[in-house]
């Protein structure tokens, strides 16, 4: 049958909605802004904001896990996750290492692993960073998988870390694209101009 756009108004309060990640065979949604981490589910048409402390910041990218996991970052390089129930508020948030106010974490993706993801971020300052579960031990679990010269937007794979591929621009507002060789651990260089 024909496709129709419903509108859900004030998903979550009053301020934008910067990214959302689709799961469950795009039934489920998370939904992130300023101040903002929203559940939907559309199989119920509930709407669940986690409004606590600990889940609040600036985010610009969401990714959600088959299981519903989320993982958002943003600004002063915070990144949080947590998982879709809603009878726990809290969210487990942290900084990405040798970050700042001037660190914004801009691209998310992850890899199904046999229990939990690995996610992948990237930065503006052209740092990467992988976070495997159980996302708790910051020195152990969340750490720098390498850096390139340029301001990266976006990152994404084909479910294989070696398929990572990072977007975005040089100081001459060139795009550029780096892939994970993993035979080298390290970024290289795979579109520019």
Known sequence: ??????????????????????????????????????????????????TRPSCKGNWKAVWASASGRVFAVGDDGRMTTRGPDPSD?????????????????????GIEQPKDPTVYVVSNQGKTFKWKEPYNNLSEDL?????????????????????????GGDGSNKAVAYRYDTASASWQPDLQG
């Open 89 to 109: 508020q809290e969210c487990f948030t942290l900084t990405a290492p040798n970050s700042n106010a001037q660190t914004t974490l801009y691209g998310i993706t």
């Open 1 to 50: 049958g024909a496709l129709a756009w419903t509108t859900e108004a004030d998903v979550g309060g009053p301020a934008d909605v910067t990214a959302i990640a689709l799961y469950d065979e795009g039934r489920k949604a998370w939904l992130v802004g300023t101040d903002k981490l929203v559940h939907f589910d559309s199989t119920t048409n509930t709407k669940t904001s986690f």
């Open 143 to 167: 750490t720098e998988f390498g850096t390139v010269p340029d301001n990266l937007r976006a990152v994404s794979s084909a479910g294989s870390e070696d398929t990572l591929l990072a977007v």
